[in-house]
């Protein structure tokens, strides 16, 4: 018996009845009751229901679609992604720090489960120096094959290299195309897919529409997906 079906229904409405009235078993009286008792616990199922899409912890299905179109508009889609990613998708995109890439950084971590790694050749604290040491201590410490990070070039002013890892695979599970390394007529699994092709997981579209809403305004991101 658990919590709201039809025998806890039951039970709470036989203890409120006058003791005097019935004998404890009186299967007529239950049947009745019993009756009243599997709609109260339908009721009470729909209850627990509309409780949980009330929040978007706890929201799933349509209802997910919903909270995206209230909040963002048509800026996210779910395009085939399951609740759970869907989810992390809104979570990451309304009530978090935007416009600024400590921003766009926690945006595409949440969404993906991996830090992604960034990179601005006009930002001397991502270039570091060679030998870069004051007082005896190293700053940013840069050499070949130490540390990670790139030549500065501020020709490149308002534009950001980040490299990002998807975790999740994404697209048609266990099927590949035309160049893939098992596809071809006669071999190989592949076969033709369309737009509304059900896909899995975390897709490239999905982090690059991500990042067009959380990236600094005026910069330009460069990916990669590795």
Not at 79 to 93: K, P, S
Not at 110 to 139: M, R, V
Not at 169 to 197: D, F, L, R
Not at 215 to 220: A, D, Q, Y
Request: net charge positive; with cysteine.
């Amino acid at each position: 018996m658990a919590i709201g079906d039809s025998a806890d229904i039951l039970g709470r409405v036989r203890k409120l009845l006058p003791s005097r009235w019935f004998a404890w078993t009186a299967p007529y009286r239950d049947a009745i009751i019993g009756g009243v008792s599997d709609l109260a616990a339908w009721c009470y199922g729909w209850i627990t229901y509309a409780r949980s899409q009330s929040r978007l912890a706890t929201a799933n299905g349509p209802f997910l679609d919903i909270y995206s179109y209230d909040f963002l508009g048509r800026a996210i889609l779910r395009n085939g992604a399951t609740d759970t990613v869907f989810r992390a998708q809104i979570q990451a995109t309304i009530l978090k720090e935007r416009v600024t890439r400590h921003g766009m950084f926690q945006a595409v971590q949440t969404l993906t489960g991996n830090a992604p790694w960034i990179f601005e050749p006009w930002n001397p604290g991502d270039c570091g120096a060679y030998s870069n040491q004051a007082n005896g201590i190293a700053y940013g410490q840069f050499g070949y094959g130490v540390g990670r990070g790139g030549y500065g070039n501020m020709a490149m002013p308002g534009q950001v290299l980040m490299q990002v890892v998807r975790g999740a695979p994404s697209g048609v599970p266990e099927a590949t195309g035309y160049g893939g390394y098992a596809g071809g007529y006669g071999q190989g699994a592949i076969e033709y897919v369309g737009s509304y092709t059900r896909q899995i997981g975390v897709t490239d579209q999905q982090i690059e529409n991500l990042i067009t809403y959380t990236k600094p305004s005026g910069v330009t991101v460069w990916m990669q997906f590795v």
